[in-house]
């Protein structure tokens, strides 16, 4: 090959891709990958590529069996577009996705390399559990499948749940088959004062779908419970949360819903569900010691997006704080990292904290990645 | 000295002597799991309850170069416990503690020996189970639901055990103790987790799991609907589906199978159906109600037969009994059986039966057919006598081309039961080398010795260490005997 290997190329095939790569590993340049780029803010920026591959070229719709649940497509296919063709089965996608991105194009390969992720992770499965199989492109331009297009295969190492989630760090995804849902008919949503509420929702009988916590700076959490399904039972269900909660009201669908809050930093929060109202107790509490507003917003289950500072003051000393309280508080049943933040906040703080498993995905980024050229940086803990 | 006593002198002094069985009659009772046609005595057993005891046996092995493999109560059906001929079995099953239950989290930590039914029976007076219910919930351990990732009935709308696990202790093939995960559901970094599941034991030894335990539901539904055909079963089942229903189960059996459940427990199936289908539904009482109208409408519309909805628990037990005896059951009918565990696209069941009705005539074997319908996960018994000389290997072909079958529908060769040492010949026909090569990277970075559970998944090693573009000369494993190159 004589001509040069351009900084930014669209590739339409599979095998267009790998051969991008090869060459890219054979010129030792680093790569990137660029989905729908609504993920661009989160995480660290990373080494600046010496290719870029917007992943836009490939975006065919492969199979789509409403019969079998299952919808193929090509990485650079959007969310919104794919619900569009599972619509057409009266199905949508399995895993929920945050609207916000989903709005601005993203996509279904940059939604699961970043493991994206919407309220209702409660009824239904999460994305890690519905992504059947995938196909992607090695450092070194290899092109290999794991997993399949049905919905139940323990043939081999379930590659496509290390991809999700792996930020482009071991291979590009260049194509990935996921689980359909029926389409709820109707959905209904309850809300409630305070968090103390939504454990007692989330151990009833009523299978919510979603039971997402939300708190504005200075001011109290609300609770509230989107339940979904034929119209007489979310009626029914909708009453009985009503009914078994003082001071819940029906409502409608908030307008922050499945949308992460403004803020200079975000941290996400993962903890134990039983931990989750003392949780939304600790931040009020360090939001008034430190002075620094932190906005909360997340689901039941125990995974929160904590934006963090004001847009006008240099968040990094607050950051630092926030993460550090809540480390020493949630000690193992916690992790809290940064997963947004501004380029001076990333070398200023512990962004990561203590990684279980951390020396296990350093050796296996090391294994598919030798040379360190597929998205430097961009994982987590400088992967 | 060999390797093996070697290994025994390094661990007898930190041992009780109950925990380790070098008698030749006592260690053949491990020489299988639950695939009985592979038998292999190990050289050692070692009988671990604890993670350092884990943690010291594989770090013998792997000074001294040995194989283990793990084992918890043998009932995997694809030989993942098999065990190693010059190796360690490491007997997990006395690792059998309920470490906690918390509802509130809704979460357990168990040790890998407790069986799967304990954890459900425990949680249940919380208003807890543990999801995943293989077929031998009552015995199976759930390490080794851990290690097969196992599904069950249930697991269409609930998941498979992978969705079931927030946290592991791991061995690694080194011997060191590693951490993974915890009580909350989302750590950061690579899903280590979601490969440890269903890696059948080639990338180490979880010696403590954290599980998600699930709300028991408001109500249960339990149907048993009689079809003139698996046809008009099949269909139904798709009318079910896009009719836009999520049922926690829905079973299938033929003519064949009904026959052998109704010999084994006398389960009172209706008499003269072509194929049963068993229905569960599950959740909000109201839900429960609307949806059960559906199923039976649509089951009516393709001409169903007797419909009997389970009044009580009795009842509804005695459904399930049929079902999940089937594979035993079937030993009433025919004095040998394969079982096998197929996967196809749902919506080519009929096709898929026609022609495995079509290949059990060609090689004069008959076939009973028993599957998780809603998932299109097959589970053909191929029945023969292996007195009768050639009867074995018609049995044999008979269930090779039909996993062949599901491969050229887009299916898999299994889809709960693991490849362990009994599919990894079937593996390169579903994946290609490179697909397979980079599986195994995977091994490399958590076993690069090649020491946990080898031979197992996979048809042929690869070769860790340096990559193989830099690779020179013989690799060690290749020198020892151990390993081929591609």
Same mark, same amino acid.
């Given at each position: 090959?004589?001509?040069?290997?351009?900084?930014?190329?669209?590739?339409?095939?599979?095998?267009?891709?790998?051969?991008?790569?090869?060459?890219?590993?054979?010129?030792?340049?680093?790569?990137?990958?660029?989905?729908?780029?609504?993920?661009?803010?989160?995480?660290?920026?990373?080494?600046?590529?010496?290719?870029?591959?917007?992943?836009?070229?490939?975006? &065919?719709?492969?199979?789509?069996?409403?019969?079998?649940?299952?919808?193929?497509?090509?990485?650079?296919?959007? =969310?919104?577009?794919?619900?569009?063709?599972?619509?057409?089965?009266?199905?949508?996608?399995?895993?929920?996705?945050?609207?916000?991105?989903?709005?601005?194009?993203?996509?279904?390969?940059?939604?699961?390399?970043?493991?994206?992720?919407?309220?209702?992770? =409660?009824?239904?499965?999460?994305?890690?559990?519905?992504?059947?199989?995938?196909?992607?492109?090695?450092?070194?331009?290899?092109?290999?499948?794991?997993?399949?297009?049905?919905?139940?295969?323990?043939?081999?190492?379930?590659?496509?749940?290390?991809?999700?989630?792996?930020?482009?760090?071991?291979?590009?995804?260049?194509?990935?088959?996921?689980?359909?849902?029926?389409?709820?008919?109707?959905?209904?949503?309850?809300?409630?004062?305070?968090?103390?509420?939504?454990?007692?929702?989330?151990?009833?009988?009523?299978?919510?779908?979603?039971?997402?916590?939300?708190?504005?700076?200075?001011?109290?959490?609300?609770?509230?419970?989107?339940?979904?399904?034929?119209?007489?039972?979310?009626?029914?269900?909708?009453?009985?949360? =009503? &009914?078994?909660?003082?001071?819940?009201?029906?409502?409608?669908?908030?307008?922050?819903?499945?949308?992460?809050?403004?803020?200079?930093?975000?941290?996400?929060?993962?903890?134990?569900?039983?931990?989750?109202?003392?949780?939304?107790?600790?931040?009020?509490?360090?939001?008034?010691?430190?002075?620094?507003?932190?906005?909360?917003?997340?689901?039941?289950?125990?995974?929160?997006?904590?934006?963090?500072?004001?847009?006008?003051?240099?968040?990094?000393?607050?950051?630092?704080?926030?993460?550090?309280?809540?480390?020493?508080?949630?000690?193992?049943?916690?992790?809290?990292?940064?997963?947004?933040?501004?380029?001076?906040?990333?070398?200023?703080?512990?962004?990561?904290? &203590?990684?279980?498993?951390?020396?296990?995905?350093?050796?296996?980024?090391?294994?598919?990645?030798?040379?360190?050229?597929?998205?430097?940086?961009?994982?987590?803990?400088?992967? | 000295?060999?390797?093996?006593?070697?290994?025994?002198?390094?661990?007898?002094?930190?041992?009780?002597?109950?925990?380790?069985?070098?008698?030749?009659?006592?260690?053949?009772?491990?020489?299988?799991?639950?695939?009985?046609?592979?038998?292999?005595?190990?050289?050692?057993?070692?009988?671990?309850?604890?993670?350092?005891?884990?943690?010291?046996?594989?770090?013998?092995?792997?000074?001294?170069?040995?194989?283990?493999?793990?084992?918890?109560?043998?009932?995997?059906?694809?030989?993942?416990?098999?065990?190693?001929?010059?190796?360690?079995?490491?007997?997990?099953?006395?690792?059998?503690?309920?470490?906690?239950?918390?509802?509130?989290?809704?979460?357990?930590?168990?040790?890998?020996?407790?069986?799967?039914?304990?954890?459900?029976?425990?949680?249940?007076?919380?208003?807890?189970?543990?999801?995943?219910?293989?077929?031998?919930?009552?015995?199976?351990?759930?390490?080794?639901?851990?290690?097969?990732?196992?599904? #069950?009935?249930?697991?269409?709308?609930?998941?498979?055990?992978?969705?079931?696990?927030?946290?592991?202790?791991?061995?690694?093939?080194?011997?060191?103790?590693?951490?993974?995960?915890?009580?909350?559901?989302?750590?950061?970094?690579?899903?280590?987790?979601?490969?440890?599941?269903?890696?059948?034991?080639?990338?180490?030894?979880?010696?403590?799991?954290?599980?998600?335990?699930?709300?028991?539901?408001?109500?249960?539904?339990?149907?048993?609907?009689?079809?003139?055909?698996?046809?008009?079963?099949?269909?139904?089942?798709?009318?079910?589906?896009?009719?836009?229903?999520?049922?926690?189960?829905?079973?299938?059996?033929?003519?064949?199978?009904?026959?052998?459940?109704?010999?084994?427990?006398?389960?009172?199936?209706?008499?003269?159906?072509?194929?049963?289908?068993?229905?569960?539904?599950?959740?909000?009482?109201?839900?429960?109600?609307?949806?059960?109208?559906?199923?039976?409408?649509?089951?009516?519309?393709?001409?169903?037969?007797?419909?009997?909805?389970?009044?009580?628990?009795?009842?509804?037990?005695?459904?399930?009994?049929?079902?999940?005896?089937?594979?035993?059951?079937? #030993?009433?009918?025919?004095?040998?059986?394969?079982?096998?565990?197929?996967?196809?696209?749902?919506?080519?069941?009929?096709?898929?039966?026609?022609?495995?009705?079509?290949?059990?005539?060609?090689?004069?074997?008959?076939?009973?057919?028993?599957?998780?319908?809603?998932?299109?996960?097959?589970?053909?018994?191929?029945?023969?006598?292996?007195?009768?000389?050639?009867?074995?290997?018609?049995?044999?072909?008979?269930?090779?081309?039909?996993?062949?079958?599901?491969?050229?529908?887009?299916?898999?060769?299994?889809?709960?039961?693991?490849?362990?040492?009994?599919?990894?010949?079937?593996?390169?026909?579903?994946?290609?080398?490179?697909?397979?090569?980079?599986?195994?990277?995977?091994?490399?970075?958590?076993?690069?010795?090649?020491?946990?559970?080898?031979?197992?998944?996979?048809?042929?090693?690869?070769?860790?260490?340096?990559?193989?573009?830099?690779?020179?000369?013989?690799?060690?494993?290749?020198?020892?005997?151990?390993?081929?190159?591609?």
């Amino acid at each position: 090959m004589t001509e040069e290997l351009p900084r930014l190329a669209r590739p339409d095939s599979v095998e267009e891709l790998s051969e991008l790569v090869t060459r890219a590993h054979r010129d030792s340049r680093p790569i990137g990958v660029y989905g729908g780029g609504t993920a661009l803010d989160d995480h660290p920026p990373g080494r600046t590529p010496g290719l870029l591959i917007d992943m836009g070229g490939l975006d &065919e719709v492969i199979e789509h069996s409403p019969g079998d649940l299952i919808l193929v497509a090509g990485a650079g296919a959007t =969310i919104s577009e794919l619900n569009d063709v599972a619509a057409t089965g009266d199905q949508q996608l399995l895993p929920d996705f945050p609207a916000d991105r989903t709005d601005s194009g993203s996509t279904l390969g940059g939604a699961i390399a970043t493991r994206a992720v919407g309220p209702r992770r =409660i009824g239904r499965l999460p994305l890690r559990e519905v992504v059947l199989g995938v196909t992607v492109v090695l450092a070194d331009g290899t092109i290999a499948k794991a997993g399949g297009k049905v919905v139940k295969n323990v043939a081999g190492y379930d590659l496509a749940k290390l991809m999700t989630g792996s930020w482009g760090t071991l291979g590009i995804i260049a194509s990935a088959a996921v689980r359909l849902y029926p389409k709820p008919k109707t959905q209904g949503y309850v809300e409630i004062p305070g968090a103390e509420a939504a454990l007692g929702v989330l151990g009833s009988q009523v299978a919510p779908a979603a039971v997402d916590i939300d708190r504005s700076p200075g001011t109290e959490a609300t609770t509230v419970v989107m339940v979904e399904g034929l119209p007489e039972s979310v009626e029914s269900r909708t009453r009985q949360i =009503i &009914e078994a909660n003082p001071g819940a009201k029906a409502g409608i669908e908030p307008s922050w819903w499945a949308r992460r809050a403004q803020a200079p930093v975000t941290i996400r929060a993962s903890v134990s569900p039983a931990l989750v109202p003392e949780l939304v107790a600790q931040i009020a509490r360090l939001e008034d010691t430190i002075g620094y507003p932190i906005q909360l917003r997340g689901s039941a289950m125990g995974v929160f997006d904590l934006g963090v500072g004001g847009l006008d003051t240099d968040p990094t000393i607050a950051t630092r704080v926030v993460l550090e309280h809540l480390r020493t508080w949630g000690q193992k049943q916690l992790s809290a990292t940064v997963l947004c933040a501004p380029a001076s906040v990333w070398g200023d703080v512990d962004a990561w904290g &203590e990684i279980p498993g951390f020396g296990l995905m350093r050796t296996i980024k090391d294994q598919f990645d030798p040379d360190g050229l597929l998205s430097p940086g961009r994982g987590i803990g400088g992967l | 000295m060999s390797r093996i006593e070697s290994v025994l002198g390094r661990i007898e002094p930190h041992l009780p002597p109950q925990a380790i069985v070098t008698d030749e009659n006592e260690r053949k009772t491990y020489e299988c799991d639950g695939l009985a046609v592979h038998r292999t005595v190990p050289a050692l057993v070692v009988r671990v309850t604890s993670t350092a005891e884990v943690a010291l046996a594989v770090r013998a092995c792997h000074e001294f170069d040995v194989p283990f493999v793990a084992r918890g109560s043998g009932t995997g059906l694809s030989g993942g416990a098999q065990p190693h001929a010059e190796g360690v079995l490491i007997v997990m099953s006395t690792m059998r503690d309920i470490l906690d239950i918390d509802p509130a989290a809704q979460r357990a930590i168990v040790q890998p020996g407790v069986i799967n039914l304990n954890l459900s029976n425990e949680a249940n007076p919380h208003g807890y189970y543990f999801a995943p219910d293989p077929s031998s919930q009552s015995v199976c351990s759930i390490g080794g639901n851990v290690a097969e990732n196992s599904g #069950g009935a249930h697991c269409l709308k609930y998941g498979f055990t992978t969705n079931h696990v927030t946290g592991a202790t791991l061995v690694t093939a080194q011997g060191d103790i590693v951490e993974i995960g915890g009580d909350a559901p989302e750590y950061p970094g690579y899903d280590l987790l979601g490969v440890l599941c269903g890696s059948e034991g080639t990338l180490g030894i979880v010696t403590e799991v954290t599980v998600r335990l699930t709300r028991l539901p408001e109500a249960v539904e339990t149907l048993l609907i009689g079809f003139e055909s698996t046809d008009a079963a099949g269909e139904a089942v798709s009318d079910i589906i896009s009719a836009g229903i999520m049922p926690a189960a829905i079973e299938m059996m033929d003519a064949l199978a009904i026959e052998a459940a109704e010999k084994a427990v006398a389960c009172n199936y209706p008499e003269g159906a072509g194929a049963v289908l068993v229905v569960e539904l599950d959740g909000p009482a109201v839900d429960v109600e609307l949806e059960r109208e559906t199923v039976i409408a649509r089951a009516r519309d393709h001409g169903a037969g007797e419909i009997r909805v389970a009044v009580d628990d009795v009842e509804r037990g005695l459904i399930w009994k049929g079902r999940k005896s089937a594979f035993a059951a079937v #030993g009433r009918i025919s004095p040998d059986y394969i079982v096998q565990d197929g996967v196809i696209p749902r919506s080519r069941l009929g096709p898929v039966l026609a022609s495995i009705s079509t290949i059990a005539e060609e090689c004069g074997v008959r076939v009973a057919n028993v599957f998780h319908a809603g998932d299109g996960n097959l589970h053909p018994l191929v029945l023969f006598d292996g007195s009768v000389e050639g009867q074995t290997d018609l049995a044999e072909t008979a269930s090779g081309r039909i996993l062949d079958l599901c491969l050229s529908e887009g299916g898999s060769i299994t889809g709960e039961h693991g490849v362990g040492s009994d599919k990894a010949k079937f593996m390169p026909r579903m994946f290609t080398n490179e697909d397979l090569d980079t599986m195994q990277i995977l091994r490399c970075a958590f076993d690069p010795d090649y020491l946990s559970n080898p031979g197992k998944v996979f048809p042929t090693p690869r070769l860790c260490g340096e990559p193989p573009r830099r690779t020179s000369g013989e690799h060690p494993l290749q020198a020892a005997g151990k390993a081929e190159l591609f």
